[in-house]
């Protein structure tokens, strides 16, 4: 399946994007070290890729000036590179277009990134716009590593999407009051609603303790939802198995104790090993 890969040649800057991943995602990072190795470099850009558009929405000190404005005008920067191929000398662009250029991935996976943190920006307005986000987005970035390693069968790749979003739920359960901190509210405003916040109040830190423990809680739901889909499927092939292998640190996300502070404990040891556990497995 992904014999044709490995006759492909290596992303430019190769050691620069592996760099740059490991200090921008680490959880990415350490699990794709374990996707199929013609398909490695390709996930070291895809990380890039995913915190540009991230970066992209944590705009707290712009914000109260522009409103979303200023990062929809990022998002709508990496918009017009897959559009126009047009790479302006960006090296992250550079290596996103040739990954389209060679195949390994789909624009519309990409766009798809992208619309991910402009929806987030335009405000989610209800669970089904915000599963819709969390799936094209985090679930995207693994997607697109699935279809770099060369799986394209359409039902294994909803399964990784699912997979992504999981890890993007773990992620929110795990760093909710720093993602805060950080100008964004990436939560639909249903939710907020219902416990009595709405995204302004959320966004300058008028939350309460118990608030933030109900929004962890609605999360956790939500990503025990989305394993109960994973687990219906048959065992996932080894490789493809690889490229969602972040889902094993959100569920331990999801499960882990919080801290008094709102804060969680370091990844250590043990998340390493649940995440190479569960490749040896073939299973989540």
């Known amino acids: 399946m992904t014999g044709q890969m490995d006759a492909c040649p290596p992303v430019a800057g190769g050691a620069s994007f592996l760099h740059d991943a490991r200090r921008a995602d680490p959880d990415r990072f350490f699990c794709a070290l374990f996707v199929p190795s013609a398909a490695r470099m390709a996930a070291m ?4 890729f995913n915190h540009e558009c991230t970066r992209a929405v944590a705009t707290p000190a712009s914000w109260a000036v522009a409103g979303p404005m200023a990062g929809l005008i990022r998002l709508q920067w990496w918009r017009d590179v897959l559009e126009s191929g047009n790479a302006q000398r960006h090296d992250t662009a ?12 789909r624009r519309e996976t990409l766009e798809g990134i992208i619309m991910a943190r402009e929806c987030e920006l335009d405000g989610l307005p209800d669970r089904a716009a915000w599963q819709a986000s969390m799936l094209d987005g985090a679930g995207g970035v693994q997607v697109a590593m699935a279809q ?3 799986f394209t069968e359409s039902t294994l790749l909803s399964r990784i999407r699912l997979m992504g979003g999981i890890y993007g739920v773990g992620a929110l359960v795990r760093y909710l009051p720093a993602v805060l901190r950080a100008g964004r509210c990436p939560l639909p405003e249903d939710a907020l609603a219902h416990v009595g916040l709405t995204r302004d109040s959320l966004r300058t830190g008028q939350a309460t303790p118990a608030q933030i423990a109900s929004l962890r809680d609605g999360l956790r739901q939500q990503g025990r939802e989305w394993l109960d889909m994973v687990r219906e499927g048959p065992r996932l092939p080894r490789a493809a198995l690889a490229t969602g292998l972040p889902a094993v640190l959100g569920l331990r996300d999801m499960r882990g104790r919080v801290d008094g502070d709102g804060s969680a404990s370091p990844r250590g040891v043990g998340d390493r090993l649940a995440v190479m556990g569960a490749l040896l497995r073939g299973w989540v």
Do not use: F, P, Y
């Open 45 to 48: 850009v895809l990380i890039a």
């Open 94 to 105: 550079v290596a996103l277009l040739d990954l389209l250029d060679r195949g390994m991935v």
């Open 148 to 150: 770099a390693a060369g």
